[in-house]
């Protein structure tokens, strides 16, 4: 298991709160923990706020784990993007190193 913090940021960029959970996500498998709080974020139900509140900038630390920040405009529809085509790009190179 792995310790991920959550710290969430006011659209002004004021620190607002923090919050933590518990991933089973492997280790390198970031971008995996990325989509967690992005899933949690979608079902408004974000560790250390009151359920249904997502209107916050999300910053993700913890042990072992790259930082990473979720942004409240349109941006946020391209890291999703982006985390897609690392993931098919890590598996495609997991493959070929496999043929070897």
Same mark, same amino acid.
């Given at each position: 298991m792995?310790?991920?913090e959550l710290e969430y940021y006011?659209?002004?960029g004021k620190y607002y709160s923090g919050g933590s959970?518990?991933?089973s996500v492997l280790p390198y498998h970031d971008w995996e923990i990325y989509a967690e709080v992005?899933?949690?974020?979608k079902e408004k139900k974000l560790p250390g706020l009151v359920e249904g509140c997502?209107?916050?900038h999300i910053l993700i630390t913890g042990s072992n784990v790259v930082p990473h920040l979720i942004l409240l405009d349109e941006k946020e529809k391209v890291e999703v993007d982006l985390d897609s085509l690392a &993931?098919? %790009?890590?598996q495609h190179l997991v &493959?070929? %190193?496999?043929?070897?």
């Amino acid at each position: 298991m792995r310790n991920v913090e959550l710290e969430y940021y006011k659209p002004s960029g004021k620190y607002y709160s923090g919050g933590s959970y518990e991933s089973s996500v492997l280790p390198y498998h970031d971008w995996e923990i990325y989509a967690e709080v992005r899933e949690m974020k979608k079902e408004k139900k974000l560790p250390g706020l009151v359920e249904g509140c997502d209107e916050f900038h999300i910053l993700i630390t913890g042990s072992n784990v790259v930082p990473h920040l979720i942004l409240l405009d349109e941006k946020e529809k391209v890291e999703v993007d982006l985390d897609s085509l690392a &993931k098919q %790009l890590v598996q495609h190179l997991v &493959k070929k %190193l496999e043929e070897k």
